[in-house]
Protein backbone atom coordinates (compact mmCIF):
# COMPACT_ATOMS: atom_id res chain seq x y z
CA UNK A 1 0.00 0.00 0.00
CA UNK A 2 1.56 3.39 -1.05
CA UNK A 3 2.39 5.56 1.53
CA UNK A 4 1.34 8.74 3.01
CA UNK A 5 2.98 11.02 5.87
CA UNK A 6 0.99 13.96 7.54
CA UNK A 7 1.80 16.04 10.73
CA UNK A 8 0.87 14.45 13.93
CA UNK A 9 -1.31 17.45 15.08
CA UNK A 10 -2.41 20.93 14.11
CA UNK A 11 -4.01 23.75 15.54
CA UNK A 12 -6.24 26.43 14.02
CA UNK A 13 -8.36 29.36 15.23
CA UNK A 14 -12.12 29.52 14.89
CA UNK A 15 -13.31 31.20 11.31
CA UNK A 16 -10.18 30.55 9.72
CA UNK A 17 -8.86 28.85 7.10
CA UNK A 18 -6.48 25.20 7.80
CA UNK A 19 -4.25 23.92 5.33
CA UNK A 20 -3.97 20.52 6.51
CA UNK A 21 -1.03 18.76 4.43
CA UNK A 22 -0.05 15.22 3.07
CA UNK A 23 2.60 13.63 1.52
CA UNK A 24 2.89 10.68 -1.17
CA UNK A 25 5.81 10.76 -3.05
CA UNK A 26 5.39 6.67 -3.66
CA UNK A 27 1.55 7.26 -5.10
CA UNK A 28 1.21 5.29 -8.33
CA UNK A 29 -0.82 6.25 -11.78
CA UNK A 30 -3.96 4.96 -10.31
CA UNK A 31 -3.89 5.68 -6.61
CA UNK A 32 -6.75 7.95 -5.52
CA UNK A 33 -6.20 10.43 -2.99
CA UNK A 34 -8.80 10.23 -0.44
CA UNK A 35 -9.49 11.93 2.99
CA UNK A 36 -11.55 10.91 5.69
CA UNK A 37 -12.07 12.46 9.18
CA UNK A 38 -13.11 11.11 12.74
CA UNK A 39 -14.25 12.78 15.45
CA UNK A 40 -13.99 11.66 19.15
CA UNK A 41 -16.15 8.06 19.31
CA UNK A 42 -17.33 8.24 15.83
CA UNK A 43 -16.53 6.22 12.61
CA UNK A 44 -14.59 7.80 9.98
CA UNK A 45 -16.77 10.65 7.91
CA UNK A 46 -15.71 10.52 3.93
CA UNK A 47 -14.62 14.28 3.36
CA UNK A 48 -13.28 14.24 -0.45
CA UNK A 49 -11.29 12.58 -2.48
CA UNK A 50 -9.46 13.47 -5.83
CA UNK A 51 -7.25 11.95 -8.80
CA UNK A 52 -5.32 14.93 -10.36
CA UNK A 53 -7.40 18.16 -10.63
CA UNK A 54 -7.97 20.42 -7.70
CA UNK A 55 -12.17 19.03 -5.99
CA UNK A 56 -14.28 21.18 -4.20
CA UNK A 57 -17.28 20.28 -2.17
CA UNK A 58 -19.24 21.02 0.62
CA UNK A 59 -16.95 20.27 3.52
CA UNK A 60 -13.49 21.00 1.92
CA UNK A 61 -11.63 21.84 -1.12
CA UNK A 62 -8.59 19.22 -2.33
CA UNK A 63 -5.50 20.95 -3.70
CA UNK A 64 -3.56 18.28 -5.50
CA UNK A 65 0.10 18.79 -6.09
CA UNK A 66 1.07 18.98 -9.98
CA UNK A 67 3.69 15.93 -9.55
CA UNK A 68 0.41 14.56 -7.38
CA UNK A 69 3.53 13.87 -4.37
CA UNK A 70 1.55 15.59 -2.14
CA UNK A 71 -1.66 17.03 -1.27
CA UNK A 72 -3.71 19.63 0.70
CA UNK A 73 -7.10 19.42 2.06
CA UNK A 74 -8.49 22.99 2.73
CA UNK A 75 -10.98 23.72 5.23
CA UNK A 76 -12.41 27.73 3.99
CA UNK A 77 -13.07 28.35 8.21
CA UNK A 78 -13.00 25.79 10.59
CA UNK A 79 -15.44 25.42 13.20
CA UNK A 80 -15.47 24.14 16.87
CA UNK A 81 -16.88 20.72 14.96
CA UNK A 82 -14.47 20.52 12.58
CA UNK A 83 -12.22 19.41 15.18
CA UNK A 84 -10.89 15.52 14.40
CA UNK A 85 -8.54 13.51 13.41
CA UNK A 86 -7.76 13.90 9.57
CA UNK A 87 -6.92 10.93 7.97
CA UNK A 88 -5.06 10.87 4.11
CA UNK A 89 -5.42 7.63 2.13
CA UNK A 90 -4.46 6.65 -0.90
CA UNK A 91 -6.20 4.00 -3.02
CA UNK A 92 -5.75 2.12 -5.86
CA UNK A 93 -8.54 2.46 -8.37
CA UNK A 94 -7.50 0.16 -10.85
CA UNK A 95 -7.98 -2.40 -8.60
CA UNK A 96 -11.57 -2.28 -8.26
CA UNK A 97 -12.98 -4.71 -5.55
CA UNK A 98 -9.76 -5.80 -4.22
CA UNK A 99 -8.18 -2.66 -2.98
CA UNK A 100 -9.33 -1.42 0.67
CA UNK A 101 -8.80 1.58 2.62
CA UNK A 102 -5.52 1.10 5.35
CA UNK A 103 -5.51 4.13 7.66
CA UNK A 104 -2.42 6.03 8.90
CA UNK A 105 -2.04 7.91 11.99
CA UNK A 106 -3.65 10.69 10.16
CA UNK A 107 -3.53 14.83 12.01
CA UNK A 108 -5.48 15.45 14.98
CA UNK A 109 -7.08 19.43 14.63
CA UNK A 110 -7.49 20.75 17.47
CA UNK A 111 -9.87 23.96 16.66
CA UNK A 112 -9.57 27.17 18.67
CA UNK A 113 -12.56 29.26 19.66
CA UNK B 1 -24.07 10.46 1.44
CA UNK B 2 -24.72 6.59 2.00
CA UNK B 3 -25.58 5.70 5.54
CA UNK B 4 -24.16 2.34 7.07
CA UNK B 5 -25.13 1.64 10.85
CA UNK B 6 -23.99 -0.39 13.38
CA UNK B 7 -26.19 -2.74 15.99
CA UNK B 8 -25.17 -2.43 19.04
CA UNK B 9 -23.75 0.54 19.84
CA UNK B 10 -22.15 -0.36 22.68
CA UNK B 11 -21.93 -3.96 24.61
CA UNK B 12 -20.29 -5.15 27.62
CA UNK B 13 -20.33 -9.12 28.11
CA UNK B 14 -18.72 -11.24 30.15
CA UNK B 15 -15.59 -13.01 29.22
CA UNK B 16 -15.69 -16.02 27.63
CA UNK B 17 -19.30 -15.37 26.12
CA UNK B 18 -19.81 -14.39 22.11
CA UNK B 19 -20.72 -10.95 21.12
CA UNK B 20 -22.57 -10.44 17.50
CA UNK B 21 -22.23 -7.32 15.92
CA UNK B 22 -24.53 -6.40 12.75
CA UNK B 23 -23.63 -3.86 9.81
CA UNK B 24 -26.15 -2.02 7.68
CA UNK B 25 -26.33 -0.27 4.16
CA UNK B 26 -29.14 1.39 4.73
CA UNK B 27 -29.72 2.90 1.25
CA UNK B 28 -27.34 1.23 -0.84
CA UNK B 29 -26.51 -2.29 -1.75
CA UNK B 30 -22.91 -3.30 -0.73
CA UNK B 31 -20.96 -6.19 -2.45
CA UNK B 32 -18.06 -5.89 -0.02
CA UNK B 33 -18.07 -4.53 3.43
CA UNK B 34 -15.18 -3.91 5.55
CA UNK B 35 -14.49 -4.65 9.45
CA UNK B 36 -12.11 -2.52 11.56
CA UNK B 37 -10.86 -2.81 14.69
CA UNK B 38 -9.62 0.65 16.77
CA UNK B 39 -7.46 0.94 20.41
CA UNK B 40 -7.52 3.88 22.54
CA UNK B 41 -5.59 6.56 21.07
CA UNK B 42 -4.69 4.24 18.05
CA UNK B 43 -5.82 4.58 14.18
CA UNK B 44 -7.87 1.98 12.49
CA UNK B 45 -6.74 -1.50 11.60
CA UNK B 46 -8.34 -3.05 9.10
CA UNK B 47 -9.47 -6.79 10.17
CA UNK B 48 -11.10 -8.16 7.47
CA UNK B 49 -13.09 -7.95 4.00
CA UNK B 50 -16.30 -8.96 3.83
CA UNK B 51 -17.69 -10.19 0.20
CA UNK B 52 -21.74 -11.38 0.13
CA UNK B 53 -22.07 -14.83 -0.57
CA UNK B 54 -18.37 -15.89 -0.19
CA UNK B 55 -15.82 -16.21 2.85
CA UNK B 56 -14.24 -13.27 4.41
CA UNK B 57 -11.11 -12.50 3.99
CA UNK B 58 -9.01 -12.34 7.17
CA UNK B 59 -5.79 -9.39 7.36
CA UNK B 60 -2.81 -11.10 8.70
CA UNK B 61 -3.00 -11.86 12.10
CA UNK B 62 -6.47 -11.97 12.61
CA UNK B 63 -8.20 -15.20 13.75
CA UNK B 64 -11.15 -16.21 11.70
CA UNK B 65 -11.98 -18.43 13.82
CA UNK B 66 -12.19 -15.99 16.79
CA UNK B 67 -13.62 -13.34 14.55
CA UNK B 68 -16.86 -14.81 12.50
CA UNK B 69 -18.05 -13.08 9.61
CA UNK B 70 -21.07 -13.72 7.95
CA UNK B 71 -22.14 -11.56 4.71
CA UNK B 72 -25.51 -13.04 3.68
CA UNK B 73 -27.18 -10.01 1.77
CA UNK B 74 -25.98 -7.23 -0.11
CA UNK B 75 -27.31 -4.99 2.91
CA UNK B 76 -25.67 -6.79 6.31
CA UNK B 77 -22.85 -8.12 7.39
CA UNK B 78 -22.54 -9.67 11.07
CA UNK B 79 -19.31 -9.92 13.37
CA UNK B 80 -19.36 -12.23 16.05
CA UNK B 81 -16.10 -12.17 18.75
CA UNK B 82 -16.17 -15.93 19.75
CA UNK B 83 -14.74 -16.73 23.21
CA UNK B 84 -14.32 -12.48 23.84
CA UNK B 85 -11.27 -11.96 26.33
CA UNK B 86 -10.84 -8.89 28.13
CA UNK B 87 -7.89 -7.81 25.47
CA UNK B 88 -10.99 -8.05 22.55
CA UNK B 89 -11.98 -5.11 24.07
CA UNK B 90 -12.31 -2.17 21.58
CA UNK B 91 -13.80 -0.02 19.22
CA UNK B 92 -15.27 -2.05 16.01
CA UNK B 93 -16.29 -0.41 13.00
CA UNK B 94 -18.18 -1.31 10.03
CA UNK B 95 -17.50 0.70 6.14
CA UNK B 96 -19.79 -0.72 3.14
CA UNK B 97 -18.64 0.43 -0.37
CA UNK B 98 -21.19 1.96 -2.64
CA UNK B 99 -20.29 0.94 -6.23
CA UNK B 100 -23.47 3.31 -7.77
CA UNK B 101 -21.63 6.12 -8.11
CA UNK B 102 -18.79 6.45 -10.99
CA UNK B 103 -16.37 6.42 -8.48
CA UNK B 104 -16.21 3.87 -5.73
CA UNK B 105 -16.98 5.57 -2.22
CA UNK B 106 -16.62 3.96 1.20
CA UNK B 107 -18.94 4.65 3.81
CA UNK B 108 -18.22 4.03 7.73
CA UNK B 109 -20.59 3.10 10.60
CA UNK B 110 -20.64 4.77 14.13
CA UNK B 111 -18.82 1.81 15.65
CA UNK B 112 -19.24 -0.18 18.37
CA UNK B 113 -17.66 -0.08 21.67
CA UNK B 114 -16.77 -3.34 23.33
CA UNK B 115 -15.78 -3.81 26.75
CA UNK B 116 -15.45 -8.10 28.14
CA UNK B 117 -15.11 -8.22 31.67
Known amino acids: DAKTTQPNSMESNEEEPVHLPCNHS???????IHWYRQLPSQGPEYVIHGLTSNVNNRMASLAIAEDRKSSTLILHRATLRDAAVYYC??????????????FGTGTRLTVIP | GAVVSQHPSWVICKSGTSVKIECRSLDFQATTMFWYRQFPKQSLMLMAT?????????EQGVEKDKFLINHASLTLSTLTVTSAHPEDSSFYIC?????????????FGPGTRLLVL
Open chain 2, 95 to 107: SARDLTGIQETQY
Open chain 1, 26 to 32: TISGTDY
Open chain 1, 89 to 102: ILRDEGQTGANNLF
Open chain 2, 50 to 58: SNEGSKATY
